[in-house]
């Protein structure tokens, strides 16, 4: 008898108390999606629009014990990370993950704060390099990760085009490149590379126009957005253009609910809008 339960997605990153980014964002975004998400909680943080007050680290035995509960009673079709504080997580998320094998794993490789600062230290950066890139279908840097994870500033959209081949020899399956720190205009431009199956590489450009909008949680998004299109069978290319209009949806009708102009996504009515 095939089985019948439906796919779920699980995200395992950090919560969010003000509800724009983190889990809370990413589980927006699976409802929104129409499949149920599940989470893993690696770091909870006491935060609003405003900034980031406490940061609380559970041992990295609770979050292994928070996934491995996930795959023995849901069929996960897809997986997406986000924050995890230091290297002792990030470890034990690969180490799960070898185990379940899920058949889509989106990394979102947060390292660097809105503000530029540094999130992990560098060797953590080194592990999420060395261990968690190689198991990545698709890795979702925006530029300052980029830069980071490659050591060298991205200057240009050639500059760009290389950052991706050189995250695909890194080992990640594919590589979608956030371009919204670079100036190209009116325009945001995001690169999308893979390899292509008769070898060599394939890059494409996905445009959208650009919102004069400050945001909270676009990162996170995107990276939920593109696990669930992934869970609900669209091709890589497909899901990678479709999480990218999915925010560019939410951006543009998202709302300011704290006392600063940070705009939180509006996710069910850039699911209406679909």
Known sequence: MPNSRPFSVLTIAGSDSGG?????????????????????????????????????VPQPTFLREQIDACFDDFRI???KIGMLANADMIHAVVKALDQHCPPFIVVDPVMVATSGAQLLANSAIEVLRKRMLPMATVVTPNLPEAEFLLGRPI??????????????DLGAGAVLLKGGHLDTGPEVVDLFAARRESGGRMHREIH??????NAHGTGCTLASALAAQLALGLPLDEACHAASAYV??????????????????????????A
């Open 208 to 213: 959208h126009p650009r919102l004069d909008i």
């Open 155 to 168: 200057a240009d959209l050639d500059a760009m085009r290389q950052a991706c081949d050189d995250l695909l």
């Open 20 to 56: 724009g980014a983190g889990i809370q964002a990413d589980l927006k975004t699976f409802a929104a999606h129409r499949v149920h998400g599940l989470s893993a909680i690696a770091a909870l943080t006491a935060q609003h629009t405003r900034g980031v007050t406490a940061v609380e």
């Open 77 to 79: 079709q897809a997986v």
């Open 248 to 273: 560019h949806r939410a951006l543009k009708t998202g709302t300011r609910p704290g006392r600063s102009d940070i705009l939180v996504l509006d996710h069910f009515g850039a699911a209406d809008r």
